[in-house]
């Protein structure tokens, strides 16, 4: 009995050696291929043989191999027997299951899209966040200084001449600037015909692209509106922006450190309108400053005689750049026509400032989810949009100079 008994083990063990043996030989690629056709008859088949004689151990095996090869708890039984059990196919919904292999060069195109429809965030100051908040230590600019003499660019520090006098002890003053990452979300929805019917994308000399770019003609033309309407959403709210009150950045027109000029007469736009606010730009913002007008305003601004039309060329744009070009200059300084500022007669229809001191805090570069499972009964296509970012102007607060008396800031609006 003995005898039998080890004679039957010996087989088993024989089996089961072999079918280990013909699993190790799966190569990888054929196991993927297995999972993304929804197929584990042939995996299953090929390990239920290993315990024939144990139908409670054949599962228990089954299962255990299963979950450890597809790294997933989807797998039951049912009885001596095994269920329908499928795993679903890699998707682009989700990072766990094949969101994260998306194309780097979706979220290139958008950016690239954002960059070159606003005139604002190729000219601001972009710093990474790591998570969802951000505290970022800057130098104590806004408070005045207490004597005639006192820099304010640097925290109040106040070096003196002297000849073999011992020093005497300065110490710079900090602000504690903070950002949290909003979200910026939008989605559409569009019929896999039209996504395959588009065909290829062409490379143009406006929108250069390799020929191997894996963009179609209908996802080029999607992420070039999807760009555009981020750039209008984000530079929108980087202009009129209400902060966190309302879960967005906060724009230059309603920030507490925007001196608002005084207008000559109501509903107008007069040159004493241009010189009070350039009086009343930072010294050092005359390097990076622009001017920005409501369309509305346009027509006063171009009667003024300090405007050019033919002065300004654009020597910062590299070759086959596309961004929004100014329509002239004033006060030597270029100006820019957009339709989110407020119209003329209201504060903010003429704002000079200078972008490089406008901070935009970017959580993450912007996300493309595309996933065709959603609407799978419906042959459509999601595409979801996800951009986290936070800005506000740098100086929470007006600067006084150094004689105690003149008042300055890096953004000017015209009031009311």
């Known amino acids: 009995m003995a005898v039998y008994a080890r004679d039957k083990v010996d087989r088993w063990s024989g089996q089961t050696t072999g079918v280990s043996g013909k699993v190790q030989q799966l190569a990888p690629q054929e196991l993927v291929l297995i999972t993304q056709r929804?197929?584990?008859?042939?995996?299953?088949?090929?390990?239920?043989?290993?315990?024939?004689?144990?139908?409670?151990?054949?599962?228990?095996?089954?299962?255990?191999?299963?979950?450890?090869?597809?790294?997933?708890?989807?797998?039951?039984?049912?009885?001596?027997?095994?269920?329908?059990?499928?795993k679903a196919v890699m998707s682009e919904s989700s990072g766990l299951t094949g969101g994260y292999l998306l194309p780097q060069d979706y979220s290139d195109a958008l950016l690239e899209v954002i960059a070159e429809e606003s005139f604002i965030y190729p000219r601001a100051t972009v710093i990474p966040m790591f998570s969802a908040d951000l505290q970022a230590p800057r130098l104590d600019v806004e408070t005045a200084p207490t004597a005639a003499g006192i820099c304010p660019f640097f925290g109040g520090v106040n070096f003196l001449w002297g000849l073999e006098d011992a020093a005497v002890e300065t110490?710079?003053?900090?602000?504690?600037?903070?950002?949290?990452?909003?979200?910026?979300?939008?989605?559409?929805?569009?019929?896999?015909?039209?996504?395959?019917?588009?065909?290829?994308?062409?490379?143009?000399?406006?929108?250069?692209?390799?020929?191997?770019?894996?963009?179609?003609?209908?996802?080029?033309?999607?992420?070039?509106?999807?760009?555009?309407?981020?750039?209008?959403?984000?530079?929108?709210?980087?202009?009129?922006?209400?902060?966190?009150?309302?879960?967005?950045?906060?724009?230059?027109?309603?920030?507490?450190?925007t001196f608002a000029a005084a207008r000559a007469g109501a509903n107008l736009i007069a040159v004493a309108d241009v010189a009070n606010m350039a009086a009343r730009l930072l010294p050092y913002s005359w390097m990076n400053a622009i001017w920005a007008c409501s369309p509305t305003a346009l027509a006063q601004i171009q009667q003024i005689a300090s405007y050019s039309i033919n002065q300004y060329h654009e020597v910062e744009q590299e070759p086959r750049v596309r961004r929004p070009r100014p329509c002239g200059v004033l006060s030597s300084l270029p100006l820019f026509v957009t339709d989110k500022l407020p119209t003329l007669g209201n504060r903010g229809d003429l704002v000079l400032f200078d972008p490089s001191l406008y901070i935009i805090a970017q959580r993450m570069e912007v996300v493309v989810d595309v996933s065709p499972d959603d609407l799978f009964r419906n042959n459509q296509t999601v595409y979801r949009i996800w951009l986290r970012l936070d800005g506000k102007p740098m100086t929470s607060g007006t600067i006084t100079l150094q004689d105690t008396t003149t008042v300055v800031a890096p953004y000017v609006v015209l009031a009311v």
């Open 38 to 86: 929804k197929s584990l008859v042939h995996f299953l088949n090929l390990v239920r043989g290993a315990h024939p004689h144990n139908p409670q151990r054949q599962q228990y095996t089954c299962q255990k191999q299963l979950e450890k090869d597809y790294q997933t708890d989807r797998v039951t039984a049912a009885g001596n027997g095994w269920q329908a059990v499928t």
């Open 171 to 257: 110490e710079p003053t900090f602000r504690m600037g903070s950002f949290h990452a909003w979200d910026l979300l939008g989605y559409c929805t569009v019929s896999n015909q039209w996504l395959q019917d588009a065909g290829a994308i062409q490379p143009t000399t406006e929108s250069p692209r390799p020929a191997a770019s894996p963009l179609l003609m209908a996802e080029h033309y999607l992420l070039r509106m999807f760009g555009r309407a981020s750039a209008l959403t984000a530079e929108w709210a980087f202009l009129n922006g209400a902060g966190a009150a309302q879960q967005m950045p906060l724009g230059i027109v309603r920030a507490p450190g």
